[in-house]
């Protein structure tokens, strides 16, 4: 099978892969309004349109369950004898454009420079039901053998996939016998190989509220007597992390790193050298975590973490008055090791913020977002030796694997109702995408490269069985 070459990608893909970057398709999580705003759904309908023509053989439908995201699924039946279903998975919605882009650029109108387009939602994760679809059409096309596929794309994945169970119960029978899940969401440490992700932190978000007072009082009348909330809500968070080192004090959140994620940490960095390091803009002076590049890895995918991402109750700075405030609320992000379960997580979080607040002050709070990590099970023989193959043919060197420091709640979501099923988690996102940032960035060559690896996969997964197992 020929593979395809960026000509074709970007004669055939690109035009409706940049329209769809103009749609401001925001993830419910940061547009209450999305039913009424209607992006979610023009991004539906538009990705529908274009697989349908890119691949006439297709059930391609629109999905709406009451109430929740849209979910878009083509379905192309098997041209070889049944042997069950290949789910390829990506996602419609997109983060917010989170600040000012850079001079030149704009979220929702891409800019291309190169062989790199830049627009919010196109790398994470736009490119992936334009990958999926064009791999399935050049099998199509040439004739070549192919499985059963069902190409997913969800709408909810930014805001922990809330409505993907509902959907994956709603499309049992659409997705019968999955076999082989192939993820179009994840990343890439460099552009010069196909990068398998191994395993991927969880995820747990806690709303913690401090109250103190009825309302806001003259802080001149008010501190030094009443209690600052902020100040209480300092003293709770030491009880999560250490304030000096950034070490997360609860156990339960922690897990046992496998020897063998220890290994693969070091061979990266032997190979690469400070990787972490190298994709953080950090200012001059800054020192980061982690005693070594290998730690820092680990760190970025084993280690439990705190951000704040979120704060309320205070008002701007340039409207800040002198006033003792009522109340201090804090979105606190806890990722975590895989094989956390996020909602004993939660529980111990809750457990510790509760119990016996400091001066009696009021402490309220909810989880708001949770996602379960995962580790990748092991690959049967014919994936790991056509992954080799499809990375040396598209890139010119072996696949890489490594784990990745995000959430993708779907993998796990999957591998509990398909046990036995083999993953392959891939993506664009490689240095310098910056995905949730400001300046996303797709490479056009990689998606090349992805979408033919996945034309390789696809059609490998039809020979499985006569290889020795
Ligand atoms: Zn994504």
Redesign the pocket.
């Known amino acids: 099978m020929p593979p395809l070459n960026l000509d074709d990608f970007e004669r055939r893909a690109l035009p409706t892969l940049l329209e769809y970057a103009t749609i401001p398709c925001l993830s419910p999580s940061f547009d209450e309004a999305w039913e009424a705003n209607g992006h979610l759904n023009r991004a539906a309908d538009l990705l529908a349109d274009w697989t349908s023509a890119t691949l006439p053989s297709a059930a391609v439908r629109v999905h709406h369950l009451t109430g929740r995201t849209p979910v878009v699924t083509a379905t192309i039946e098997a041209t070889t004898p049944d042997e069950g279903t290949v789910v390829i998975y990506?996602?419609l919605d997109k983060?917010p454009p989170l600040g000012e882009w850079s001079e030149g650029l704009d979220p929702f109108r891409p800019v291309r420079r190169g062989d790199r387009v830049y627009a919010r939602g196109i790398a994470?994760?736009g490119y992936a039901a334009f990958s999926a679809a064009m791999a399935v059409a050049s099998l199509v096309e040439a004739g070549v053998g192919h499985p059963r596929v069902v190409i997913l794309i969800e709408a909810s994945?930014?805001s922990g996939s809330e409505d993907l169970e509902a959907y994956l119960d709603y499309l049992v029978d659409e997705l019968a016998d999955v076999q082989l899940l192939i993820c179009l969401?994840s990343g890439a440490l460099s552009y010069d190989r196909l990068w398998v992700t191994t395993s991927l932190r969880g995820l747990v978000n806690t709303e913690v509220t401090v109250s103190v007072l009825e309302r806001g009082l003259h802080s001149g009348s008010a501190s030094g007597v009443v209690p600052s909330s902020f100040r209480i809500l300092r003293e709770l968070l030491e009880r999560i992390e250490d304030a000096t080192t950034g070490h997360v004090r609860l156990a339960s959140l922690h897990a046992a790193i496998p020897p063998e994620v220890r290994d693969a940490a070091r061979a990266t960095t032997d190979e690469f050298g400070d990787v972490i390091a190298n994709e953080m803009p950090t200012l001059e002076g800054v020192r980061l975590m982690g005693d070594s590049p290998a730690e820092r890895v680990l760190r970025q995918t084993w280690y439990p973490a705190l951000s704040v991402i979120g704060l309320g109750g205070a008002p701007a700075p340039a409207i800040a008055g002198n006033v003792l405030r009522p109340f201090t609320t804090a979105v606190l992000s806890m990722r975590l090791p895989p094989p956390v379960d996020p909602n004993v997580a939660f529980e111990a979080i809750a457990a510790v913020l509760l119990d016996e607040p400091p001066a009696g002050a009021k402490v309220t709070l909810r989880a708001t977002n949770t996602a379960q990590g995962w580790v990748s099970p092991p690959l049967a023989p014919w994936l790991a030796t056509t992954l080799d193959r499809a990375s040396r043919e598209q890139f010119g060197a072996p696949a890489g694997f490594t784990g990745e420091g995000?959430s993708?709640p779907f993998l796990a979501s999957l591998g509990q109702r398909y046990p036995g099923v083999q993953f392959v988690a891939t993506?664009t996102?490689g240095p310098d995408s910056n995905?949730h940032g400001i300046d996303e960035m797709l490479d056009l060559p990689t998606a090349l490269r992805v979408t033919n690896a996945v034309a390789t996969l696809l059609e490998a997964f039809t020979h499985r069985t006569e290889e020795p197992r």
């Open positions: 990506g996602h983060q994470d994760d994945e930014e969401d995000g993708i993506g996102l995905a």
